[in-house]
């Protein structure tokens, strides 16, 4: 079991950067993965950004050359720094942790509010 604690969302214009922050409240170092996910009113829940345990790193086409995923196994930390951002942004973002293939724990979420 891990509890995972998102902030730094909130309300910003185009064009401009947020950093999310994700704290686990034990070792993330066992996961297979941690990632970042999203979901915009009326919309499923979509993959934002994932980092394996490795440091291998995947993104959403969407969000390309404009987000980095990162995390700190010392501090048990994943961040999701988001530059560009655009109004399409809006959404709770969610943290996860992936023991395997699909997430298995998720964060409660935090508001990211980009408007034009």
């Known amino acids: 079991q891990v509890q995972l604690v998102e902030s730094g969302g909130g309300s910003v214009q185009t064009g401009g950067s947020l950093r999310l922050s994700c704290v686990a409240s034990?070792?993330?170092?066992?996961?297979?993965?941690m990632a970042w996910y999203r979901q915009a009113p009326g919309k499923q829940r979509d993959l934002v950004a994932k980092?394996?345990?490795?440091?291998?790193?995947n993104y959403a086409d969407s969000v390309k050359g404009r987000f980095t995923i990162s995390r700190d196994n010392a501090k048990n930390m994943v961040y999701l720094q988001m530059n560009s951002l655009k109004p399409e942004d809006t959404a709770v973002y969610y943290c996860?942790?992936?023991?395997?293939?699909?997430?298995?724990?998720w964060g409660q979420g935090t508001q990211v509010t980009v408007s034009s």
């Open positions: 996860a942790a992936v023991r395997r293939f699909n997430p298995n724990y």
């Open positions: 034990r070792s993330i170092s066992s996961f297979a993965a």
């Open positions: 980092i394996t345990s490795s440091g291998n790193i």
